[in-house]
């Protein structure tokens, strides 16, 4: 079939036709990112979005079809591709996998009715029949649940530390270890902070990594604060309290002529190459960022040390959370007790999760598994820290949060904020979070009505906030 479609890029002459071309090759990319329905052959299909994920799946995966002689299909695919087919096919009645995952950005949209129209299973009764609703972690499972329902199982926790360059604190004799708040944080890196001491024309170290633009980041410090994009009935709540207060603090650590942040993306060589220069002295570590330190700066190994989240006033929480997958089962699958017990298998017992836990430093939500010892072992990357215990203890404060379909507008709202507010400060030359706070609510206050206005267009809405405790 392929062959008469590519004979239609020349004409008779044997010349191109460029444009031509480039249609045919995007339809024939188009065609390598979709899926053709679950395979025949196949007893069971499993789809996921993360290569780490499928490594350590895939022995579980093996040993159950062995033992039920069972053929299970393992397929591994971009997120957009995977989110886009099992839209398509849940919306259509397409046949999807029979177990399948989605991450915390996207896997909101699904939700996007009442959850008994969704073609989901859900797994409240499933849970508490089995006694596994009690060794999950509870903050973890607060993502996945719509109009009432649990319609995904949390694969991971997420917990949020610092990563902080321990060998640039120890050149300068500064410790960390009684910091308690943010503003105790700042104060004590102030000497170091911002100053050019090589007098090479830039500034030797920043306190911390974050700019206004990496809405992620700034979503993570309102949670940690006890504020949320979403309210339990699932509208908007960008204005709400503590979220301006915390946005006007974190772009005044963006101004002035003492600032303490810088940008320093995440994932790419430039990034990479600050943080071993240490341009920064701290950056937000959700426990997966310890793998990719690990795995794309190997220079920095023994020059750093994972530490708690500064809390926003004494005894406040010390972590927030960042990321995020689920595992949800098709209410048309094809063997239901095989996606059910093989779901089980990949989440609840020890073999992935040691494999996750080692391969992409993901942090399993069965508290149960948190006792095992691979949690527990010195790392030295880390100077030797356990940095699996320290997670372990920040785990069961992790902020709670709600998956949306509206989330992505959330963020990007978000992210026009805080950048809008940087700039006004600029302009003003403001660098008080008590001259920020007010600007920042009324920015914030717009964008909420705006991303109101956009889920006031949803006609399930009001029966789903009906059903919302």
Not at 77 to 82: E, K, P, R, S, Y
Not at 148 to 169: A, F, M
Not at 191 to 196: F, S, W
Not at 346 to 352: D, H, I, L, N, R
Request: proline share 8%; net charge negative.
């Amino acid at each position: 079939m392929i062959r008469p479609v590519l004979e239609l890029m020349f004409d008779l002459t044997g010349r191109s036709k460029p444009l031509l071309l480039i249609g045919v090759l995007a339809v024939i990319s188009g065609g390598i990112l979709s899926f053709d329905p679950p395979q025949e052959h196949s007893d069971l299909e499993v789809w996921v979005f993360a290569e780490e994920h499928a490594r350590s799946y895939r022995d579980t995966i093996i040993t159950y079809a062995d033992r039920h002689d069972l053929r299970i299909n393992l397929l591994r695919v971009d997120i957009q591709a995977l989110m886009q087919r099992v839209r398509s096919g849940l919306y259509s009645g397409t046949p999807v996998a029979d177990v399948f995952e989605l991450e915390y950005a996207t896997a909101g949209q699904l939700f996007r009715g009442p959850p008994e129209n969704l073609g989901l299973v859900a797994f409240d009764e499933l849970l508490s029949e089995s006694g596994l609703l009690e060794q999950i972690n509870p903050p973890s499972l607060a993502a996945w649940q719509h109009g009432g329902k649990q319609l995904g199982l949390p694969h991971d926790v997420h917990p949020v530390g610092l990563i902080v360059r321990q060998d640039i604190l120890d050149h300068h004799s500064i410790s960390l270890d009684d910091v308690e708040t943010w503003e105790d944080f700042f104060r004590t890196l102030a000497p170091i902070a911002n100053v050019d001491a090589d007098a090479d024309g830039r500034p030797d170290h920043y306190a911390i990594s974050y700019w206004p633009t990496q809405s992620g980041y700034t979503e993570l410090l309102i949670r940690q604060a006890g504020g949320r994009l979403f309210d339990e009935n699932g509208r908007p709540s960008l204005s709400a309290d503590p979220a301006p207060k915390v946005l006007a603090h974190a772009v005044s650590w963006c101004v002035g002529n003492q600032r303490f942040a810088t940008e320093i993306p995440d994932f790419t060589d430039t990034g990479n190459r600050r943080k071993v220069r240490g341009d920064a002295i701290a950056y937000f570590a959700p426990d997966w960022m310890t793998a990719v330190w690990r795995r794309e700066m190997p220079e920095n190994s023994g020059k750093v040390r994972v530490i708690p989240m500064p809390a926003w006033e004494p005894g406040g929480r010390r972590t927030s959370v960042y990321g995020g997958t689920m595992l949800a089962i098709p209410s048309d699958n094809r063997s239901f007790d095989h996606a059910w017990e093989l779901a089980q298998e990949m989440y609840f017992s020890v073999g992935p999760a040691e494999r996750t836990w080692k391969s992409a430093g993901v942090l399993s939500p069965i508290t149960s598994l948190w006792s095992e010892p691979f949690y527990h072992e010195p790392d030295e990357y880390f100077q030797g820290q356990q940095i699996g215990s320290l997670y372990i203890e920040l785990a069961p404060t992790v902020p709670p949060r709600a998956a949306s379909p509206y989330l992505p507008a959330a963020q990007s709202f978000l992210q026009s904020v805080g950048v809008r507010l940087l700039d006004i400060a600029r302009e003003q030359n403001m660098t008080s979070p008590k001259e920020l706070e007010p600007i920042a609510r009324e920015l914030l206050q717009a964008a909420n009505e705006q991303l109101d206005s956009v889920l006031e267009r949803n006609p399930f809405l009001a029966e789903i906030t009906e059903q919302a405790p």
